[in-house]
């Protein structure tokens, strides 16, 4: 895929110097506004949701007072958190919801499928050091390193781990043959085993107390009328749970473009079942 790598400052350390922190509003408060100039768009972005009738006016970023969540576009603020061009990103506005509530100025935040760097840039708008990893990094300041491996060194440091991991094998992301992508969850358990060796990875490099949020989406798998449900998210959070204390659950809204076109909607009704209407983000926490 076509990836033009952002011109960001050189990171002099591994932790990178953090902007002044903002403070998180529930409910209508005032708009955060991000401390960094607005990011120049990378590669060709897909329109904005709202852009057929000129650019949606992105309502003010507050903190999800319950356990439902939406999010009005994937960005918020002018520039972009991450990149819309990088297939799977995640929204910048659930990432920032996790971090303002389960977080504060210079704790550190560790992404270990870090992307396109979504977690990276809203960790730094809200002054939290960060780190990301991931086997096809999009940007000089994330690791190239698996999510099952993480540094040694970074045992017991992390104050918060976020993940968006593949979901079985939608998207294909690089030729790395260690990328859990490539694992079909309707396939035996390697999908499975690989992912409790990320979470376990997760525990370790947790502070006890940390917390850490998974988001992740179920799968259906249209095969022709023999279709097949894939509930991985119950999967993925029972293997939490054999490590962590469950905090909460929270279902968010999804608004992937595949939802609106008329093809997929048919298909749905005609072969009887349902297309991904949300994303679970599992909050779990490491025992003190
Ligand atoms: C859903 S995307 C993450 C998107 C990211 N949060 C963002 O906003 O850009 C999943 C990522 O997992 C990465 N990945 C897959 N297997 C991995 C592994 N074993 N270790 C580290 N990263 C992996 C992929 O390269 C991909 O970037």
Not at 124 to 150: E, H, M, S, T, W
Not at 203 to 214: E, Q, S, T, Y
Request: charged share 25%; net charge positive; proline share 10%.
């Amino acid at each position: 895929m076509d990836f033009i790598p952002p011109k960001r400052k050189p990171i002099p350390t591994h932790y990178a110097p953090q902007p002044k922190a903002a403070k998180p509003q529930i409910g209508g408060g005032k708009p955060f506004v991000s401390s960094k100039p607005a990011a120049k768009p990378l590669g060709k972005a897909g329109p904005e949701r709202g852009s057929e009738r000129g650019p949606a006016k992105k309502p003010p970023l507050v903190l999800q007072p319950t356990t439902l969540w939406d999010y009005p576009s994937q960005h918020y603020g002018e520039g972009q958190q991450g990149s819309q061009a990088y297939r799977g990103a995640t929204p910048s506005y659930v990432i920032w919801n996790l971090l303002a509530r389960y977080t504060k100025p210079k704790d550190l935040v560790i992404d270990p499928f870090c992307g396109s760097g979504t977690t990276l840039d809203v960790a730094r708008d809200l002054g939290r050091r960060a780190l990301g990893y991931d086997l096809n990094p999009q940007r000089p300041d994330i690791f190239r390193v698996d999510a099952r491996k993480l540094p040694p060194e970074l045992a017991g440091k992390a104050d918060c781990v976020f993940m968006d991991p593949p979901y079985s094998t939608h998207i294909d992301y690089s030729d790395d043959p260690r990328c859990i992508g490539k694992l079909d969850a309707g396939k035996g358990r390697a999908y499975y085993e690989a992912m409790e060796g990320a979470i376990e990875e997760a525990h370790r490099v947790l502070k006890p107390g940390g917390h850490f949020g998974l988001y992740v989406s179920d799968s259906y798998e249209h095969k022709g009328g023999k279709g097949q449900f894939h509930p991985i998210g119950f999967e993925l959070f029972a293997l939490m749970r054999k490590r962590f204390t469950p905090v909460d659950v929270v279902c968010v809204t999804r608004h992937n473009k595949t939802l609106e076109m008329g093809n997929f909607r048919m298909a749905a009704e005609e072969g009887n079942f349902f297309l991904r209407g949300f994303n679970y983000l599992f909050i779990v926490k490491k025992a003190v």
